[in-house]
C-alpha cells in the first residue's frame, strides 16, 4: 500500500450506489496508476446502474461494481515493467477492452477468438473498463495496463480527452465504412444528435467529408451546425421528406452513398435506410436496448444495400484518435459538468433525462466526499 486513500463510487445493487475509501495500492510491475481527471456519463451507464443492461443478463458483470468507461487522466506511479515511453505527470487516456487476460500480464496475447473474426470484442475472457474485468474510472485514483495507456500533449483539455472512448468508437465506424483518411468530395448522412453524433460529424469532417446531420433537437442541431455539418435537417420532416430536402440541395443532388445510425432508436434505422442511394451502405452503431426496428427486407435486397455493424472500438482506432486530437481537429461536446464523485448518481439522471440543451455531462472526481450514498 501506498499509504493513502482513494475514493470509489461502488454499485452495490440496481439504482444504489456509494463512495467508499480504499486504500491505494502499489502498482503490479505491467501497470500505471492514474489520477481520474474527468469520466464521461453515456445511456450505457444509466443501464449500468439501473442494472438492465444485457451483461448482467448474461452473467459477465455483476454488483458490486466500480462504473466509468470513459475517461482521461494523468499518471501518478509506473510499475517497473510498464513501457519506457511513459512517465509520471503525463496526460493519457486508455483502450477501452482487453482481450485474454490469463495468456499474459498486459492481456495482449491473442486466443483463437480473439485473432479470430470480430475480434476480442467476442471472447468470454475480455475485459471490459467500467463493465467487467477492470474496475471503471468513477475513483480518484485507477490502476490500469500500462501498455494500453496512449499519451496525449498537455494542451489537449480535460473536457475533450475525455470523450476519447466515443472518439473511438466513432473512428472504428468510419474505418469500417472504408473511407480513406482523405475524403474530399464524399457525402455522408449521420442520424443522430447526441454526442455520438457530434463526435462521428466530427471525424467524418477530418477526414474532408461533407455531412448532413438529422436530429430531432433545436440546440443540438445549431451545434451540428456550428461544428461544419453541411446540412441540418430536422428528424420531425419523416424519412420521405427528408430525402427529398437532401437530394434537391444544389451540392448533392442526389442522396449519398453512405449514411450512419447514430441514434440507438428503431425509428432512426428506418430513416437511415432511406436516406442512402441504392448501391450504398448503411452503418448501424447506435444501441436500442433490444428494440426491434420494422425494416423492409425487400427495400434493402431491391436497392441492393450493404448493412454493418460497428461496436466498441479496436487498438488501432486509439492512436489515430490521439493524433486527432492532437492536430486540433477536434471539439469537446461537453455540456455539463459535475464535481465529486458523489455527483455520480446526479449525472445519471441527467443523462436519463437530459435538460434543454445538454449534450454530454463530466464527472471531476476530485473533491473531498465523504463515505456516504451518491446523491
Known amino acids: 500500500m501506498l499509504g493513502r486513500d482513494k475514493l470509489v463510487v461502488r454499485i452495490v445493487a440496481a439504482k444504489s450506489a456509494?463512495?467508499?475509501?480504499?486504500?491505494?495500492?502499489?502498482?503490479?510491475?505491467?501497470?500505471?496508476?492514474?489520477?481520474?481527471?474527468?469520466?464521461?456519463?453515456?445511456?450505457?451507464?444509466?443501464?449500468?446502474?439501473?442494472?438492465?443492461?444485457?451483461?448482467?443478463?448474461?452473467?459477465?458483470?455483476r454488483v458490486p461494481l466500480v462504473p466509468g468507461h470513459e475517461w482521461a487522466g494523468e499518471i501518478v506511479a509506473l510499475g517497473e515493467n510498464a513501457p519506457a515511453h511513459l512517465a509520471v505527470g503525463q496526460r493519457v487516456i486508455g483502450e477501452h477492452c482487453t482481450g485474454c487476460p490469463l495468456l499474459s500480464p498486459a492481456g495482449r496475447a491473442p486466443c483463437g477468438i480473439c485473432s479470430g473474426p470480430g475480434g476480442f470484442l467476442r471472447c468470454p475472457k475480455r475485459r471490459e473498463t467500467g463493465f467487467f474485468g477492470r474496475d471503471g474510472a468513477f475513483q480518484t485514483e485507477m490502476h490500469f495496463p500500462a501498455d494500453q495507456l496512449h499519451v496525449l500533449p498537455s494542451a489537449v483539455p480535460w473536457p475533450l480527452a475525455v470523450l476519447a472512448e466515443p472518439l473511438c468508437t466513432v473512428h472504428k465506424a468510419v474505418r469500417l465504412a472504408g473511407l480513406p483518411p482523405d475524403a474530399a468530395g464524399r457525402r455522408a448522412v449521420?442520424?443522430?444528435?447526441?454526442?455520438?453524433?457530434?463526435?462521428?460529424?466530427?471525424?467524418?469532417?477530418?477526414?474532408?467529408?461533407?455531412?448532413?446531420?438529422?436530429?430531432?433537437?433545436?440546440?443540438?442541431r445549431r451545434r451540428a451546425a456550428d461544428l461544419?455539418?453541411?446540412?441540418?435537417?430536422?428528424?420531425?420532416?419523416?424519412?420521405?421528406?427528408?430525402?427529398?430536402?437532401?437530394?434537391?440541395?444544389?451540392?448533392?443532388?442526389?442522396?449519398?452513398?453512405?449514411?450512419?445510425?447514430?441514434?440507438?432508436?428503431?425509428?432512426?434505422?428506418?430513416?437511415?435506410?432511406?436516406?442512402?442511394?441504392?448501391?450504398?451502405?448503411?452503418v448501424l452503431l447506435g444501441l436500442s436496448g433490444n428494440q426491434l426496428a420494422q425494416v423492409c427486407t425487400d427495400d434493402v435486397v431491391l436497392r441492393q444495400l450493404t448493412i454493418k455493424g460497428s461496436l466498441s472500438s479496436d487498438p488501432e482506432d486509439w492512436p489515430a484518435v490521439r493524433e486527432l486530437m492532437s492536430c486540433g481537429k477536434l471539439s469537446s461536446v461537453v455540456t455539463h459538468t459535475l464535481h465529486g464523485l458523489d455527483t455520480y448518481t446526479e449525472a445519471i439522471e441527467l443523462v436519463r433525462r437530459p435538460p434543454e440543451g445538454m449534450i454530454k455531462v463530466i464527472v471531476e472526481p476530485g473533491g473531498d466526499s465523504a463515505k456516504r450514498p451518491c446523491r
Open 18 to 61: 456509494d463512495v467508499v475509501s480504499e486504500p491505494v495500492r502499489a502498482c503490479l510491475p505491467h501497470e500505471a496508476l492514474i489520477r481520474i481527471a474527468a469520466v464521461g456519463v453515456c445511456a450505457t451507464d444509466v443501464e449500468l446502474y439501473d442494472g438492465t443492461m444485457g451483461y448482467f443478463a448474461s452473467g459477465l458483470a
Open 190 to 220: 449521420v442520424v443522430g444528435d447526441g454526442a455520438v453524433g457530434l463526435l462521428l460529424l466530427q471525424v467524418l469532417r477530418a477526414r474532408g467529408v461533407a455531412v448532413a446531420l438529422i436530429g430531432g433537437t433545436a440546440s443540438r
Open 228 to 282: 461544419g455539418a453541411e446540412l441540418v435537417l430536422d428528424a420531425a420532416e419523416g424519412p420521405a421528406q427528408l430525402a427529398k430536402s437532401i437530394a434537391s440541395q444544389d451540392a448533392w443532388a442526389e442522396l449519398p452513398s453512405l449514411a450512419f445510425e447514430a441514434a440507438g432508436h428503431p425509428a432512426a434505422v428506418v430513416s437511415a435506410l432511406q436516406l442512402v442511394a441504392p448501391g450504398g451502405q448503411l
